[in-house]
């Protein structure tokens, strides 16, 4: 589309029934217990905005040397606390190991197969200095880059920390990603050490990560050393290459237990992660080490609440940015006790979540709208089966999550106790921007509320001017924040036109969004995620959360095809909640109720009924895939998808239903 305006979806909004008529209040008990009881964190950064920050970064953070200046702003380059120098491992580790948290649980891992491990900070310090050494020991100086491929395991947070400790730069590829996403990666990073795994276990089948990597590394020529973690044995049929390859085991053998963290500046580069685009070149998004401990180690502990007794389980794959800012950073800055799952979420049975969350006493429970859809589909008997009662707030992320889905989880997941955080913010924000404060916001289910304190938001049109209430804008981001991104990775200049361009010295995040009455934002997703049916701009998110709101319906996808008459055609793929049979009946119920609900332009031109939707391993939607499928298009990819064959399966059902409803 040349057109980018993000509009309202003709005729009324979603009924009040799913959106701002619901409201819930910070239990009493929560709020008394609360980091953040009251608005004075708001009335600080509103009063002296480069003061909060500095209080912040002074009172959570440890620094070799404090900064000179808080922030360095010329639009759209900018610099956090000029000067300073700290480093994110002694950060995460050191505080705590040779503090009073010396023998506190600091990671609780649960592999697949159903092997445990525990390590203290401690142990971590360790495991951290050891590694660091391993990777000195293979030439691994300040500046490097070191390149990350492996599962969920304990070892991929000491591979971080270790490579953070010496001043390298890591880049986590996502596990689940090909040979060839993985050889783009390290190509733009030029990484010299790649660090993986014989193996991975996803569904009870072993992922060979380590022949992926081989056939990665005959493009990847920066690569020299290549460190193997020995995770599933002889099932891999791992290889090692003679001269290059080094076992993980081996390695630590003989490795010192003393590296000093290095005193790094506070814009030395921590890590670059690769956005998960379609198509065309990677973009490297480019975290420095100071502001974005900061903003990461403070969202953790407001957001979530985080005090010295949780146990804290967020269920994003490492790989995500979900998983660097709270997972690893932010959780252990605090000190925090974190659970850590290698596999899927239905293996061996769809309640392996929730039978972690009883088995480790989770109290925080942080995951994706997509998964709750999914869990709702499965039925609330797998929840029944297991102890909640430790939780005591739960998170989303990742995507919009729809009403429906917002109050299934707080009735049974949280048994309408537990305060919901859902939140939102992006691999390049690097941290939460926009979420409740749970001792202090009255929560309204499908709305991120407002932003947090020092954050500035607005949704604005097509010229950069505020829109009214309820009508549907660009989001945008007013002023800097600590986490920002620096750059992107070797490409400056897209960096300035993709995110500075549009309004100079707003960052422009390529959502769309609105603002209710109260001035709660509501995300209605992608400004790409949006189909033009005569000339009507309709948002994926809207539809699909329609959808999911029929008592029928588990999870939708809704994408536009090309029509011949309307420009585009809705097409709707539904998956069906237990026990609810497909019937022509039904999806003409469907498409009856998306109109009443929406208005005549949004109803769907065909419905079909699906066992699941491709997925990828972080649980978000494939639509690119759906949109192929339906224009008859040659699939690209599908190795990150938890489940390919489903592709296959929609595919040819797709094909058979379209005759029939054509």
């Keep these: 589309m040349t057109d980018r305006e993000v509009k309202a979806a003709e005729g009324p909004l979603l009924e009040s029934k799913l959106r ?31 003061g909060f920050w500095a209080k912040h970064a002074e009172a959570e953070v440890h620094w070799f040397k404090t900064w000179d200046r808080v922030l360095e702003w010329n639009p759209p380059w ?3 606390f000029v000067g300073g120098e700290t480093n994110a491992s002694y950060n995460c580790v050191d505080r705590h190991a040779l503090g009073s948290r010396r023998t506190k649980t600091a990671i609780l891992w ?3 197969p159903g092997d445990r491990r525990a390590l203290t900070y401690e142990d971590l310090h360790r495991e951290v200095q050891k590694f660091a050494n391993v990777l000195k020991g293979l ?20 591979a971080m920390l270790a490579a953070a400790r010496i001043g390298a730069t890591h880049t986590v590829v996502f596990g689940g990603f090909s040979s060839q996403a993985l050889r783009d990666r390290i190509q733009d990073a030029q990484a010299k050490v790649l660090i993986t795994q014989d193996g991975a276990w996803r569904r009870g089948q072993v992922v060979p990560l380590k022949q992926w990597a ?20 002889d099932a891999a049929g791992a290889a090692m290459v003679p001269g290059r390859d080094v076992w993980w085991h081996e390695a630590m053998a003989g490795a010192a237990a003393d590296c000093p963290a290095e005193p790094l500046d506070s814009e030395h580069p921590l890590f670059i992660l690769y956005t998960s685009g379609t198509t065309g070149k990677p973009k490297g998004v480019l975290h420095t080490t100071g502001g974005y401990l900061v903003g990461t180690t403070l969202t953790a502990k407001w957001v979530f609440d985080l005090k010295d ?19 690893v950073y932010g959780p252990l800055s605090n000190g925090a006790t974190v659970v850590i799952y290698e596999g899927a979420p239905d293996w061996p049975d769809k309640d392996r979540i929730w039978a972690i969350v009883e088995k480790y006493r989770a109290t925080i429970f942080y995951t994706s709208p997509t998964f709750l859809r999914t869990a709702m589909r499965w039925g609330p008997e797998y929840p029944k089966r297991h102890d909640l009662s430790s939780l005591r707030l739960l998170g989303t992320v990742g995507e919009p999550i729809n009403p429906e889905a917002w109050m299934w989880y707080h009735e049974h997941i949280g048994g309408g106790r537990c305060p919901i955080v859902d939140t939102w913010w992006q691999t390049e924000t690097g941290m939460i921007l926009i979420a409740p404060l749970p001792g202090v916001q009255t929560t309204k289910p499908g709305s991120a509320t407002v932003p947090l304190p020092g954050i500035k938001a607005d949704v604005v049109d097509e010229a950069g001017n505020p829109v009214p209430p309820n009508v549907g804008g660009y989001l945008v981001i007013e002023r800097p924040w600590p986490a920002m991104f620096r750059t992107l990775w070797g490409d400056p200049d897209r960096y300035v036109k993709a995110y500075w361009s549009q309004y100079p010295g707003r960052y422009l995040t390529g959502d769309g969004a609105r603002k209710d009455e109260d001035g709660y934002f509501w995300i209605t997703g992608r400004v790409d995620d949006v189909v033009n049916v005569a000339g009507h701009r309709l948002s994926n998110i809207e539809l699909e959360s329609t959808l999911v709101a029929h008592p029928a319906v588990a999870e939708a996808a809704v994408i536009g095809r090309s029509d011949p008459i309307k420009g585009q055609a809705l097409s709707a793929f539904v998956v069906l909640r237990a026990g609810v049979e497909p019937s022509d009946a039904l999806k003409e119920e469907l498409r009856q109720w ?20 491709p997925k990828t391993r972080s649980a978000k939607i494939m639509r690119r895939l759906l949109r192929d499928i339906a224009e008859g298009r040659a699939l690209g990819d599908t190795t990150t998808l938890t489940d390919p ?12 239903e379209g005759k029939e409803q054509a």
């Design 214 to 233: 081989d056939e990665a590394l005959a493009e990847a020529p920066s690569v020299e050393k290549v460190v193997v973690l020995r995770r599933v044995g």
């Design 309 to 327: 007794d949780d146990v804290y389980f967020c269920a994003a794959d490492i790989g995500w940015i979900t998983g660097h800012s709270y997972i």
């Design 110 to 112: 649960e592999g697949e």
């Design 139 to 158: 030439g691994v100086r300040k500046g490097d880059r070191v390149a990350i491929y492996m599962g969920m395991v304990p070892e991929l947070v000491i």
């Design 78 to 80: 900018a610099k956090w």
């Design 594 to 613: 998306v109109g009443e609900k929406i208005g005549p332009i949004a109803k769907p031109s065909d419905v079909f009924f699906a066992a699941d939707l």
């Design 20 to 50: 701002e008529e619901r409201r819930f209040e910070p239990p009493a008990d929560f709020r008394e217990r609360a980091w953040v009881k009251d608005r004075t964190p708001w009335e600080e950064a509103e009063r002296d905005f480069e």
């Design 645 to 656: 064959a489903v592709v296959e399966e929609l595919r040819q059902r797709y094909i058979a």
